[in-house]
T-cell receptor
Framework: GESVGLHLPTLSVQEGDNSIINCAYS??????FIWYKQESGKGPQFIID?????DKRQGQRVTVLLNKTVKHLSLQIAATQPGDSAVYFC???????????FGKGTHLIIQP | GAVVSQHPSWVICKSGTSVKIECRSL??????MFWYRQFPKQSLMLMAT?????????EQGVEKDKFLINHASLTLSTLTVTSAHPEDSSFYIC???????????????FGDGTRLSIL
């Protein structure tokens, strides 16, 4: 299940199950959204992105859904594996040459 | 492609010391780079935008005299934490978008961060 800790929410799933990580973004003017995976002690690693003119995009084992009406983004990971354990961040960009605004992050834990 | 390298990966130093962190784009030129800070179990916060050939742009609340940024070349940006104190201890991460090679739809790629610990 999903719980909210002091800083990072945690999502615990069984190996082989599908994971859904949610994110609420803040700026209705944002037009580009990215999901990153961060392992301990490392920088964020790109997973998948989506532009505001789309509502769904699929990659290998991952799908991103965008709902601009409620400013909500989700990342679906199919057949979760132990190597998927990490902290996942959504990020939004206003466009042009701006830096990214990151969401709070979700710690995904894979149970054997 | 689009690899970003950061150095050093880990620094421990005494309070009052100034520390320089380097961020390099290895296989592309970056006229823009970004610096982020991340405290334990928290998200990344944008500190500043590093611009080659011009002054850096700082986010609200970030002291420009405390965090000096120099975009020395098209492949190198440096962040210097001046007169560092324990509250500056954090994980500093840089990123560079490969926009300069015409890929405006490409995401930013991040370095592996620098863990700064001030005693």
């Amino acid at each position: 299940g999903e719980s909210v800790g002091l800083h990072l929410p945690t999502l615990s799933v069984q190996e082989g199950d599908n994971s859904i990580i949610n994110c609420a973004y803040s700026n209705s003017a944002s037009d580009y959204f990215i999901w990153y995976k961060q392992e301990s002690g490392k920088g964020p690693q790109f997973i998948i992105d989506i532009r505001s003119n789309m509502d769904k995009r699929q990659g290998q084992r991952v799908t991103v859904l965008l709902n601009k009406t409620v400013k909500h983004l989700s990342l679906q990971i199919a057949a979760t594996q132990p190597g998927d354990s990490a902290v996942y961040f959504c990020a939004e960009m206003r466009g042009g040459a701006d830096g990214l605004t990151f969401g709070k992050g979700t710690h995904l834990i894979i149970q054997p | 492609g689009a690899v970003v390298s950061q150095h050093p990966s880990w620094v421990i130093c005494k309070s009052g010391t100034s520390v320089k962190i380097e961020c390099r784009s290895l296989d592309f030129q970056a006229t823009t780079m970004f610096w982020y800070r991340q405290f334990p179990k928290q998200s990344l916060m944008l500190m500043a935008t590093s611009n080659e050939g011009s002054k850096a742009t700082y986010e609200q609340g970030v002291e420009k005299d405390k965090f000096l940024i120099n975009h020395a070349s098209l492949t190198l940006s440096t962040l210097t934490v001046t007169s560092a104190h324990p509250e500056d201890s954090s994980f500093y991460i840089c990123s560079a978008p490969p926009w300069q090679v015409g890929n405006s739809n490409q995401p930013q790629h991040f370095g592996d961060g620098t863990r700064l610990s001030i005693l």
